[in-house]
């Protein structure tokens, strides 16, 4: 399949390029980018081959013949472009959030105006296939890294009436790729190594995209407390989410709960200790893990995985793997990196 | 004032041998170590002045006319060790946990087993200036770092009625030097750089030193749950409290309940946004926040310290400085190191 | 081909087990280890897949049927072994340092004993297909990490007399992988994090090899000065080696020179920048380039690898691949990890 | 006495900031910066204490009465405005590049064009106290970071002659505070972490001040190759020097060259192992060492320094305080930081 990357110059770009490289199915036939346009991949991406590759200019009418499109722009970038692709027949995913959210409403609280394109709301899938179906869709958002990895750990046990989401209190560590590439002084080593903080508190945008999901996977209104913090590393997302308890009778019971959405899948694996990052950094594996505190009657539960991977790139091309009917895993890799 | 530091060779016994050197009133006279006794300074502190200087055995009939003793020992050893001296009417202030419960319930529950002395709980001040008076101690048990973190934050809010306990979490962020010196293939570079994992979920011993930190702050019989992290650098907490609101007309009630404790403290300062760990390293100083989030009715409280400093060595000092009669203040740096 | 790796258990052994589990002519059929055997390979690198594969012992007589033996094993411990192996018929690459000097004199500089079989030195390919042929090789000593970074860098241009071996020096920077996953004091996070030394000053055993390295690519009797760093990083060595140029008319000149080397092979390449680390961590490829420094008369040569492919594993890989017949690049990154 | 710092906001003016405020003699009295004129001390260093202090506009006519002023500006902007400080009768220690180098040549030779005051060069005391006398002093350009590394390692042996300058090649290692503040996207955390590169290779403007250092403390003309690399840690300078030994009988004798010269003085400490960054990041302190290399015939001289101190604030003050007739280490923090 003749396919394309619009945002190809940031670091999800960069994965995807590896990612579709290595694919026995998608053939990468254009790469566009903003600022980089009249460029080659070597300026942006040091460390991929054919570095002489051109980087083109971002605009639906250049995609001629493309049959599968991935998005990886700014918020507000996809809406038209994407709309406009799938309109054409592309299918399309699109890593940004424009697509992300189902309701005018929901929107406008994470980002504070209207949609331009209020009735594609919800015509999106939303990409997160071991917990949602991907069958029939040709449109899909991919989900935020945070919410991927919140939404992994605990929708399976609040949808088994084991863990409330009342109270719920989401707090999640990320390494510095998932703030992007951008030229900030806060993102500067001197800023960031040897050090931590919370940042976005109360006030994320990725919060809303939680709670969408918990809605839309367990039914409901739910509202969590979610605090999301930078850690000194580049790579890697760990997320801890506390809830009450109601009516477990021992871990196990928790451990199970989550086995049972995901034995079946190639990515997400259960475990019964805490999961590290480094343990997945590099590939499309998510570690998932919950535990029971009896002291407090509470539910602490835990997933790792990699945020350009399993919360961004990977992700991206398993949906997209699942809606061109191909085998889930196709160039998605299980070893990470590690040392 | 002739001083002594038993268990010089670990991190804490670095930093408080650099406070005591800079101290106008405290002399050290003695440096106890147990597996590096017969060695000097330098095989243990290579960054620390006058390397020549001997590390002697641990023992309290050695220490003639040592009038204030530091024990920075690891758990159990501190027990008769400390009373002896206090016994013997030297001003003792223990890094370690043996002194810091109040109870033999809470021991027990902490540590699995009985008090070698458990007349003695509750004879020990709990050494956390802010929170609690030291005024007539002889005899100090020095908080944990995760405790003093956590403490500074919350206590507060929740004695002054604005912030529940129930269902609290305290998620905490440490760097690495919490772990100590210990050889474990844990703690290799290769184990640590660029990850980050949760540890002691739902076991880890500071949570009862906490809950009874609360109890005696503010009365009554509280719990949370506390679920440390580790993270890829040498120092710093980072606490993030989240509770249940009672009553908050806003958030800057937070801010000023907070303020009515602090304001007339050297250490600890009240700021408005979420403190990062890089400007505090260093310094025996506290930052701490509050936030009020509205769509789920709870509070966020953070707190940032160095873990060696005011989670250790520089909290010892400074109870030390308050049991006798000196300025809190002597010796203990304000200004971070950063970058 | 059936494949085994004996010391499936160090950094390197995790690396092959990811390269020959992607290789499509390599089965795996042998995990050999020392301490671990009896386990699982999730005990020692839960960042690969299939957690639960036997690590079995190590020992010849064990692998029926093997055609092609990789060994990855501390010093000492592969010369018989790897011996009896390939007098048995089965390709064998050794990773480790016993059979890759050619004389019982170079050994004994090196490693300061006899050699446990000095009839088998000299037999042994050494392994850097770039500068040495495989044709014909049944038994490979795969070249150590600093070498192969320095050898790259600078023997063609000794060869094409541009530079002078004469007052040679080779500084390098690595990163702690290189260390090995050994329970040192000196490799913990504490020990390392933040800061930067030298080691091996003068003694350290790649000083012999590297000078083989040239005697055999260029002819004569090459010394150098080589001087190890280690930095605060997982993985990469950089080569920064300075000699005294030769007639050198321009830079321009160097870099031909180090082209008319690689320019066929699909692994090193000639930039005219300085090589960054990041751009090659993760791949098997190498990047050279050559500065001519007027006001001294010198050349600066620079080589920057990842340690455990290029330097060991993908390396070994590549001349297993030649030595089978097969297309030297199977299963091996060309695409590095960055960020 | 009075004291000012024009160019308060950079890393090195932090450093300042605290060592004057430690300091029993000096009294700051004006912060001078450019861009952030008009805000408080907390924008820029918000790990310093009162936090509230203004920072002020950078002109020479506002500093009435002081009597000491410290120049920390970029290239270029100290000339006229420590020359006029330094006419009007106020002691001026200049840490940046403009009054380094001694004669016009030179100057173009790092710079590449006319000096605006070149009358001016020369005037000022190089401030590297322990190879040249700061006696009568009134004015003194503080050293470049790699130039006092370099210097304090090899400048007694070359003098001693045990040491050849010619063919000398220096490879220093930094952390990236010697790059300063600048937001450029080469210092982001996601392009420095976990990587090493060399840059201005051939091309670095301390190499004509380290050749000047040796002159002056030599004697003649020396010539010096010079490659800087940028390391992932925030502080540390690393030199690793070679030359040609020169008549050398043992290792001994280097130290003993080396210790002759240093004995006398605080913060210059010879010892006879690999000097770690480690050890003096923190400090004011220097480490050197040197080897003998037999097999080449070539002298191996290190030194690790903190470059913000040793190699930027710490040495100003050092010569600050030798100028003003006081104890050379007041104010200077002997104990490092390490962990």
Chains 1, 2, 3, 4 share one sequence.
Not at 170 to 196: M, N, P, Q, Y
Request: glycine fraction near 14%.
């Amino acid at each position: 399949m003749k396919t394309a990357i619009l945002g190809a110059s940031g670091y999800a770009g960069g994965e995807l390029i590896k990612l579709i490289d290595a694919h026995p199915e998608f053939d990468l036939v254009y790469m566009g980018a903003h600022s980089h346009a009249g460029g080659v991949l070597g300026d942006v991406h040091p460390h991929l081959p054919r570095r002489d590759r051109p980087l083109q200019p971002i605009g639906s009418e250049l995609l001629q013949g493309v049959e599968l499109c991935f998005l990886g722009l700014p918020h507000g970038a996809s809406a038209h472009l994407g709309h406009g692709l799938a309109e054409a027949g592309v299918k399309v995913v699109d890593l940004g959030s424009d697509f992300r959210l189902d309701t005018p409403e929901r929107y406008r609280t994470a980002y504070g105006g209207e949609h331009p394109l209020p009735g594609e709301l919800g015509r999106w899938r939303y990409g997160l296939p071991e917990l949602f179906s991907m069958a029939g869709a040709d449109r899909v958002a991919s989900p935020g890294c945070y919410p991927t990895a919140v939404l992994l750990a605990a929708a399976p046990l609040v949808k088994a009436g084991l863990m409330s989401s009342i109270g719920m209190v989401a707090d999640c560590l990320s390494g510095v790729s998932g703030a992007g590439r951008a030229l900030k002084e806060e993102l500067l080593f001197g800023a960031i190594d040897e050090g931590v903080r919370a940042y976005g508190v109360t006030t994320h945008r990725h919060r809303p995209e939680i709670e969408m999901g918990l809605d839309k996977y367990v039914g409901g209104g739910h509202s969590i407390t979610f605090t999301p913090h930078l850690v000194p590393m580049q790579r890697g997302i760990l997320a801890t989410v506390t809830g009450r308890a109601s009516g477990v009778a021992g871990r196990y019971e928790l451990l199970d709960a989550l086995t049972a959405v995901y034995v079946d899948g190639p990515f997400v694996e259960v475990i019964d200790q805490p999961p590290q990052t480094r343990w997945v950094v590099g590939s499309n594996r998510a570690l998932v893990t919950a535990y029971l505190d009896d002291r407090t009657d509470s539910v602490i539960a835990m997933c790792a995985i990699d945020n350009l991977l399993k919360g961004a790139a990977g992700q991206a091309v398993q949906a997209a793997n699942l809606i061109c009917g191909l085998d889930e895993g196709l160039s998605l890799p299980l070893a990470g990196w590690m040392p």
